[in-house]
Each structure stands twice: as structure tokens, then as C-alpha cells.
């Protein structure tokens, strides 16, 4: 399947700092990426749509401040979480649909688990 | 409200046994169903997919069931490996989403004992 490349995969940061997040599709161009976050013991969660060259879609409840979101080229997608705070400490996952491999399945990262001391 | 619901946490499985991890769904524009696996500390790996004019897709151990009319799908894993020990997550796609993100059921973690 197609791969889909994700660093860091573990961030300790302190509180108040910013962390980017990025998400790179290896060998395939996406034009649309998500972020996921996922709490201990939850489903994965939607965030955000992340459109080449365009605004990110937020879900609702999440602050798109808080939560950048870049999609600058065909390959690369990233996340700032700005000013992090505890409540942030989580496991962000990021992935891209290809469009060559069928319009519905989408490939993971390995995901990022940030901890906000 | 949780559209794609996976309500046993958790199964046990003996090796060599089937598994059966079950998923009901309530959104009735959802036409299209992926199986993921999950182990700690890694984004989920695509297993298995049905779409809602199937009722039935198998790819070697590996058969999910979808019954439309209950809105509920299975993934049936035979025979079982210490292997397929992880989370398993049920998502849903409905046709007309631009970008299609998936929504994801809470998981069900299957255990397999040797």
C-alpha cells in the first residue's frame, strides 16, 4: 500500500512552547490530508482537512489557532500545535488518501505522541 | 453521537479459533466500510474493505460481512494468530464527502492466546 511518513514520532515539549508535526505521502501525491488525534482508549478523531494549497476544513470544537494547519505542496502537510499545554498531550496521526489506490482507503502515519510537561 | 459503533472493548480468541469483531453504523449515507489495524504507538494499517453494494468481501483469513438492512458489518479473522493480537478499528465513508474522511469506531482490542 501506499506509504505515508509522519516525524517526529514522540515530542516532549514544555508548556507554552509550539510543536510542528509533519506528514509526508512517500511515494504518491495527495491533495487532500487529515489529522486525527486519538485520546487514550478512544477512537481515532477527526480534526481537520488538510487541502493542497488551500485553507484547512476544521471539525467542530477544534480551535483552528491552536491547531495550524499547512498543506503546501502535493506531499507535505504539518500540524503546528501553538502555545501547548497539557491538555494537548496527545497522539496526533496524520494520513492521505491515494487517489490511484481507490477512492476510500487512506494510509496512516505512524503517528506522533506529544507530551506537554 | 457516534456514527460507527464498535461496542465490545475488548475479545479474547484462542489460536487457531475464529474471530468475530462486530460494527454497527447509523448514518444510512455511509456506502463504504474499511477494517484497520492498530498496534500501540502506530497509525492504523488498512486490513479490509466492503462497499454497500457487496455483502461479503474476503482477502485470505480475512472476510468482513456487511447486512445493510441492520446497518451492521463483522470482520471474521479464521483461523486466529498470536499475530492478529491489536486494535482492530471499524470506519465508514459516505459517497458524497469531499476529501472522504473516515469516521472510526472506539476499537475493539483482540486478543490471541497460544
Known sequence: GAVVSQHPSRVICKSGTSVKIECRSLDFQATTMFWYRQFPKQSLMLMATSNEGSKATYEQGVEKDKFLINHASLTLSTLTVTSAHPEDSSFYICSARDPSGGAYIQYFGAGTRLSVL | ?114
Open chain 2, 1 to 114: 453521537d457516534q456514527q460507527v459503533k464498535q461496542n465490545s472493548p475488548s475479545l479474547s480468541v484462542q489460536e487457531g479459533r475464529i474471530s468475530i469483531l462486530n460494527c454497527d453504523y447509523t448514518n444510512s449515507m455511509f456506502d463504504y466500510f474499511l477494517w484497520y489495524k492498530k498496534y500501540p504507538a502506530e497509525g492504523p494499517t488498512f486490513l479490509i474493505s466492503i462497499s454497500s453494494i457487496k455483502d461479503k468481501n474476503e482477502d485470505g483469513r480475512f472476510t468482513v460481512f456487511l447486512n445493510k438492512s441492520a446497518k451492521h458489518l463483522s470482520l471474521h479473522i479464521v483461523p486466529s494468530q498470536p499475530g492478529d493480537s491489536a486494535v482492530y478499528f471499524c470506519a465508514a465513508s459516505a459517497i458524497d464527502q469531499a476529501g472522504t474522511a473516515l469516521i472510526f469506531g472506539k476499537g475493539t482490542t483482540l486478543s490471541v492466546s497460544s
